[in-house]
């Protein structure tokens, strides 16, 4: 039984048949889509590049044709972990031997007035998408509420559609809490020379709006941004109430171990609702990245199937704005040094994180040698020659042996 037919979900009932798992799978969504994914939703889908066919996991009839029963548009409201069953909102009990939850997790919404006005939209869904391209076009005034991966992703789609758009950022510069200052630095540039504005170090007080309609963002430096609708972009926030009310032990996400196993065992959980360890960083992290609800979904799959769980994989993300493709892998946390490879004005370039000598993470910007080697050297774990590091004359392979 699997609850939450997303990423994740649609992900490791393909992976448990491919491990072999002969028994019934159901897969409950209640989204109305099958399982689709939600990159291209501030990217591609957005700017009108991509079809919805292009957005599914996989065909539609392939569910039916692998035996998964593919249960959309009901929501799981309680688990009787004594039993072994999954509630649904429709009333009817499913029974389980193994349980996945897969359920995500939502936009975090903005604790202020005027939240709730037409035109203050979010972004995690086809629908929400549906919604925010309804509005974009030529001269909308889009506020962005947060400088992070999606609110930079929706500035240059808007600005691609010829909308104006105005980024608003508490932190003193975009991407705080997940990149580095050179990094930052590169894409408020990038961002800027494409006419994006920037409000950063901003607190919101208030949405205001006119009959009803958002029109403007209230600072609390008593600036108004002046706007025809609102992104915000502020986090999301792990759906484990379901989680929660069952019992299964839980923190900001439903903890899980290296199988994604839960504190029930007959109960796993996968994707962005879990709070996984991280055996390289030595320490626990919600990730929320395509790569992680897959490597779950095989430790889930592996678990389940009687198979040896697969060795940790170095957590990696993307981003696409305008032509630029950035590749991250590990984290750029607890890093005592900071080098460039390369050249931030040329457009590609790579930040490699340093701890002790040895890469933790790295963000590269159009550089994908620099992104595969450095995902090798942050599994290695090794001192790294710092000088080749840095010299674009030695060729990464090169870095690595
Ligand atoms: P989801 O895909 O959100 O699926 C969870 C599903 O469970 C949802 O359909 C939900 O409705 C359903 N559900 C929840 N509760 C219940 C319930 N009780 N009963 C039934 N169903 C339920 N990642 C990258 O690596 N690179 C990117 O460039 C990138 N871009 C992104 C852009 C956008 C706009 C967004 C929103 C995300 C992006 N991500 C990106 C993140 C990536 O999409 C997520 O990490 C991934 O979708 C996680 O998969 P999931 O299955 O855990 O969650």
């Keep these: 039984m699997i609850v939450g037919a997303g990423h994740a979900g649609g992900a490791v009932a393909a992976q448990l048949r491919q491990f072999g798992f ?115 076009r030529p001269g909308l005034r889009l506020a962005i509420i947060g400088g992070g991966y999606i609110g930079l992703e929706v500035a240059a789609s808007a600005r691609h559609l010829g909308a104006e758009a105005t980024v608003i950022e508490r932190e003193s510069r975009l991407l705080a809490r997940v990149a580095c200052p050179e990094l930052s630095a590169f894409y408020a540039d990038t961002h800027t020379a494409r006419g994006v504005r920037f409000v950063l170090g901003a607190g919101v007080e208030a949405l205001t709006g006119t009959a009803g309609q958002v029109c403007g963002v209230a600072l609390s430096d008593g600036n108004v941004i002046a706007c025809d609708a609102v992104l ?56 929320e990245s395509v790569p992680n609800a897959l490597e779950q979904g095989k430790q889930a799959a592996a678990a389940i199937t009687g198979r040896p769980a697969p060795a940790p994989e170095v957590p990696w993300f993307w981003s696409d704005q305008y032509e630029f493709k950035l590749q991250i892998a590990g984290l750029p946390i607890a890093a005592d040094q900071v080098l460039i490879r390369g050249n931030a004005g040329s457009g590609r370039f790579a930040a490699f994180h340093l701890r002790s000598g040895a890469v933790v993470a790295v963000e590269a910007v159009n550089a994908p040698q620099e992104f595969m080697a450095g995902k090798l050297l942050i599994a290695s774990q090794k001192p790294v020659d710092v000088a080749q590091l840095v010299d674009t004359g030695v060729p990464m392979k090169e870095v690595v042996a």
């Design 22 to 136: 002969a028994g019934p799978i159901t897969l409950v969504g209640e989204e109305a889509y099958p399982p689709y994914q939600r990159p291209p939703l501030s990217k591609a889908w957005l700017k009108g590049e991509a079809g919805s066919e292009t957005l599914l996991l996989r065909p539609a009839d392939y569910y039916a044709g692998a035996g998964i029963e593919l249960r959309l548009g009901a929501t799981a409201t309680a688990l009787d972990r004594e039993g072994r069953a999954v509630q649904l909102s429709d009333g009817s009990v499913y029974p389980y031997d193994s349980l996945i939850l897969a359920c995500g997790a939502r936009p975090r919404t903005l604790p202020v007035p005027g939240a709730g006005l037409d035109g203050v939209l979010a972004l995690r869904s086809i629908a929400d998408a549906d919604r925010l391209k309804a509005v974009l």
């Design 232 to 287: 915000v972009g502020v986090g999301a926030q792990p759906n484990d109430e379901l989680a929660q009310a069952a019992g299964l032990a839980c923190d900001s996400g439903v903890v899980v171990d290296l199988e994604a196993r839960t504190s029930d065992p007959a109960i796993f959980a996968i994707g962005d609702m879990t709070r996984r360890p991280l055996p390289l960083y030595g320490c626990t992290w919600r990730l």
